[in-house]
């Protein structure tokens, strides 16, 4: 029952905020006494994953889909709504910016 994440990149490093999220989610695995797990877009490059493990993730889930890229709020909650029922995460960790904004209140409604 990993805590999951919400992560996103640009084209060349993971946003300072998605770090910072991981970073958090670390300090609330470390209280319930399990791990982390960083969800990113699989169009991102692999090699940034490794900026995710520094931050304080253990597993990185990499979900690819065309429309994850173009940052559609539905795919994503649909993504991220499957991503948490295989991992058996009841904790998610968002960032505050727009994106996130746009995508945890459709991903609670999925999870009700």
């Known amino acids: 029952m990993p805590v999951l994440v919400f992560t996103e990149a640009s084209s060349t490093k993971i946003r300072k905020s998605s770090l910072e999220a991981v970073n958090y989610a670390k300090h609330i695995a470390e209280k319930l006494g399990t791990t982390v797990t960083a969800v990113i877009d699989g169009s991102t490059d692999a090699a940034l994953s490794g900026d995710l493990g520094k931050a304080g993730a253990k597993k990185v889930l990499t979900i690819s889909d065309a429309k994850l890229k173009d940052g559609n709020p539905r795919a994503w909650a649909i993504a991220l709504d499957q991503a ?4 058996g995460a009841t904790v998610i960790v968002f960032s505050h910016d727009l994106m996130s904004k746009s995508i945890a209140p459709r991903l609670s ?3 009700k």
Do not use: D, S, T, Y
């Open 84 to 87: 948490a029922a295989a991992e």
């Open 109 to 111: 409604v999925r999870m």
